[in-house]
């Protein structure tokens, strides 16, 4: 067990211990499973709750291939690693890598979001020895798309059911109506009896994972609109949520802060990035002075991970996303915070539930508009969400 997993265990069966006078095992690959009854996530939907995630799920091997398609920090790195007589791909690689353990370690140690961005690779003149097909992608290739599913269908096989995996499929780069219907086509072979399909997507956990001890994954794809209660593949536009974009951790949580205010109960994924993006000054302070500049991403995300309890601490009265994403998962308190969020377990009604430091605002509910309600639901929206109703 690592350090973080025996943290959240302590951390969680303290809760527990609180909460139900009881203690609760958890267990990074079964923790929702665990954590069903004391958290009541039966009747709670993916809208309800908040699942840990990585970003840039698939960066734990990237290969000596360039991805497909134009990179602005991309192609500045490569000039630079060519003006100084280095070779670009250890750099490229140490900027992309967003994870170091597989997406099977990922979920076994309790992630239950993917962030898996594609790319079709065409036999190219320039580089002939890149492999072709679907792959993932960060700047360079990683490993191909059909393996990484591989990973998740074996978690989804192992669990003991009531796990639910949200699994986001972006970029598509270098690939045409062809090759997207073949990606289509994977996902179904690799994941089909576990796909979401025949309800809707914000359907209750239990209906999501009813019928056999299967547990269910969410796919969610980009530049689709089929249906996905038939498909089992969803339209990525319901997910909202975009990433600050910022290298510095002060400024990543102001944008952070400005989303848990508004996002949430729109009927969205909301989904909350922990994540520093480099710009490619970073990179070049890094080349030019090691000891004093981070080297590589890791470096930045040490420093993100270092102050994500403490700022969800600080906001705890808000949802911090239905997929809280990070980093180096197995680093992060992600999963803690997820389950603590859980086991709170409000007693009021979780649509208004208060997301505010003081208590009292639901905005981020979206029932601003409930405040004026007539009859005992009114009243009930008036008193738990005093600052929404005054902003009404
Ligand atoms: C965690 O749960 C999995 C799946 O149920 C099980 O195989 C594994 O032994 C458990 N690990 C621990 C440390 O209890
Ligand atoms: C879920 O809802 C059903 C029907 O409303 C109720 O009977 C059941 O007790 C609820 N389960 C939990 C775990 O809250
Ligand atoms: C992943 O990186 C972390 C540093 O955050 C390190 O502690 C861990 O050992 C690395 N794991 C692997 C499998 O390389
Ligand atoms: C799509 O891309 C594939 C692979 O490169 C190619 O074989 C096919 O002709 C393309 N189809 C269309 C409609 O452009
Ligand atoms: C689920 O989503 C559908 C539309 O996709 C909407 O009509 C329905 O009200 C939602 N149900 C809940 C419980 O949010
Ligand atoms: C959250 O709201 C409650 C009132 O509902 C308040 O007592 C508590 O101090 C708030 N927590 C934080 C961290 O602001």
């Known amino acids: 067990m690592t350090n973080r997993a025996a943290a959240a265990l302590l951390a969680i069966a303290g809760l527990a211990a609180a909460s139900a006078g009881q203690q609760a095992r958890v267990n990074g690959s ?9 958290a009541a996530l039966a009747n709670k939907t ?84 890149a492999p072709t ?14 393996e990484l599913l591989d990973q998740i269908a074996a978690f989804l096989d192992e669990a003991p059911g009531g796990e639910v995996v949200v699994v986001e499929v972006t970029h598509l780069l270098g690939s045409n109506a062809t090759t997207q219907a073949q990606l289509r086509a994977l996902l179904e072979a690799k ?16 209906a999501l994972t009813q019928g056999a001890t299967k547990s269910r994954v969410l796919v969610l794809l980009e530049d689709w609109d089929g249906d996905g209660s ?3 593949l969803w339209p990525d536009a319901l997910i909202r949520g975009e990433y600050a974009n910022q290298d510095n951790v002060p400024k990543m949580a102001e944008w952070d802060q400005g989303l848990i205010e508004t996002l949430g109960g729109t009927g969205h994924i909301f989904r909350l990035w ?7 000054d970073d990179i070049v302070a890094g080349v ?36 809280l994403v990070v980093d180096d998962f197995e680093n992060s308190p992600a999963l803690e915070i997820a389950v603590a969020d859980a086991l709170r377990n409000c007693l009021d009604d979780p649509q208004l539930r208060a997301r505010s430091p003081s208590g009292d605002d639901c905005r981020s509910w979206g029932i601003a508009g409930d405040c004026a309600a007539s009859g005992s639901h009114g009243d009930f929206v008036r008193a738990h969400c005093r600052r929404t109703c005054l902003q009404c």
């Open 133 to 146: 097909g679907w792959h993932t992608f960060h700047m360079v290739l990683g490993l191909p798309i059909a």
């Open 230 to 232: 038939s498909t089992g």
């Open 30 to 38: 079964s923790w929702v499973h665990d954590i069903w009854q004391p």
């Open 274 to 280: 922990w994540t520093l993006t480099e710009n490619v």
């Open 191 to 206: 994941l089909g009896d576990h796909l979401v399909r025949g309800m809707q997507f914000n359907a209750t956990l239990q």
């Open 46 to 129: 993916l809208l309800d709750i908040t699942l840990p995630g990585t970003h840039d799920s698939a960066t734990f091997t990237l290969q000596d291939h360039f991805a497909p398609g134009s990179n602005a920090l991309l192609e500045d790195i490569v000039r630079l690693a060519d003006k100084l007589g280095i070779n670009a791909y250890p750099l490229v690689i140490a900027w992309a890598t967003a994870q170091n353990i597989t997406l099977k370690q990922q979920l076994d140690a309790g992630a239950r979001f993917i962030d898996l961005r594609a790319c079709w690779s065409e036999p190219s003149e320039a580089d002939p020895s």
């Open 288 to 323: 030019l002075d090691p000891s004093k500049y981070p080297t590589k991403l890791f470096d930045l995300v040490r420093l993100a991970n270092a102050q994500l309890a403490g700022w969800a601490a600080a906001n705890r009265n808000y949802t911090l996303g239905n997929l």
